[in-house]
């Protein structure tokens, strides 16, 4: 049985994916910052008929807890095959000559500086059951209308990370990969669960990620976009 550590799993994408992985019979650890909501997902996951599920308190601006995370998978679960780094959060969405630094900060925290720490304490897991990296994460060129200047600064350092992991981990022969998928727009609580022409559930985003995830290619360092302009 193959083993996914999701965070931000206990709602939007981050579940749907536990739920599309956990009915393909994979254990799922459910990473979220709250232990309730937590509690609640593998609750559901297991009402649904996923018996092979787990949480852990994983709270990405925290850096405490990103390392006791490690060390929980280190010794809980070092069967661990697959990290998706699904957890983010928006920062704020007025005009970027108004950005605050906190918030700047706040958002880089939790998307970048938080996910790289979890993905580099992850690696030796990882390396060692030939493990990937998957990051949910979106296109950051110019784009007027819809121009969140927090969220997609931080979402490109994500980016470059991927990149640069994938570029490092050929060049010293790890047996790891990594990607990056961008979902398309899709209703979540991320953007106050808008619908609109051209939106997806994250069930159905999912979905779509599930079918890469086992389709036997390698993806190393690859961008790859689920919906496109013509779907």
Known sequence: MK????TGANKGIGFALAKALGKKEWHIIIGA?????AKAAVEKLQADGIQ???????????????????NTVKTNFSKLDLLIN?????????????ESLDDLQATMQVNFFGTFQLTQGLLPVLEKNHGRIVNITIP???N?????????????AQNIMMQSLAIDFDKE?????????????????????MTAEGFHTADDV???ITELLLDGVSHQGEFLEIYSELN
């Open 86 to 98: 699904n957890a983010g959060i928006p920062g704020g969405h007025g005009s970027s000559l108004d």
């Open 52 to 70: 092979q599920v787990d949480s852990i308190l994983i709270d990405l601006s925290d850096p405490a807890t990103i390392t006791q995370a490690i």
């Open 173 to 193: 022969k790890k047996d790891l990969e990594i990607f990056s998928v961008h979902p398309g727009p899709t209703t979540t609580d991320l953007n106050g669960n």
């Open 144 to 156: 007027p209308f819809w121009n969140p200047f927090a969220y997609k600064a931080t979402k490109a």
């Open 206 to 208: 999912a979905g779509k």
């Open 3 to 6: 083993t996914a550590l999701i």
């Open 33 to 37: 910052r709250n232990e309730e909501r």
């Open 140 to 142: 950051t060129a110019p």
